[in-house]
């Protein structure tokens, strides 16, 4: 449904301390943008057989206002250790947040990716995109598409 490389095999979501792990994090650091604008963060993470997916999205807390979605994705194969990987991904998206809380509080912020783009930071190949997506509302619908 998210994932960069199609796939028919149904994602494996990563250990929910994993993600709550990284949701507090995001909390500590940008909490005073969270209260100022009355968001937080969702926290999604998965696993395809040849994939890595994590998706921080900075959403309201009232469901109208659209969210801040970013996708990070990582080539995974059977030598990869997700843990290891999961953790690796991790600064970068605190570099796309912090660029983010810089410039929004300057201007308006209109850099959505919608597309996936390809970079390379510190030898490591990962892939993004920016979104507008409401990430739990597209897992309910397909949720209610799928019963």
């Known amino acids: 449904m998210f994932q960069r490389i199609e796939s028919d095999i149904h994602p494996i979501e990563l250990p929910q301390e994993w993600r709550q792990e990284l949701k507090q994090s995001l909390l500590n650091v940008y909490g005073e943008h969270c209260l100022k604008n009355e968001k937080t963060f969702e926290v999604y993470a998965f696993t395809y057989p040849t994939e890595l997916l994590i998706i921080a999205s900075f959403v309201g807390l009232n469901q109208t206002v659209i969210p801040i979605t970013l996708f990070l994705s990582a080539d995974l194969n059977e030598k990869t250790d997700p843990k290891k990987l999961f953790n ?60």
């Open 88 to 147: 690796s991904l991790l600064d970068n998206i605190a570099v796309f947040f912090d660029q983010y809380f810089q410039n929004i509080e300057n201007e308006e912020w209109d850099e959505f990716v919608f597309e996936w783009q390809e970079e390379i930071i510190n030898r490591q190949t990962f892939y993004y995109k920016v979104t507008r997506e409401n990430i739990a509302l597209s897992l309910e619908a397909e949720r209610l598409l799928n019963s």
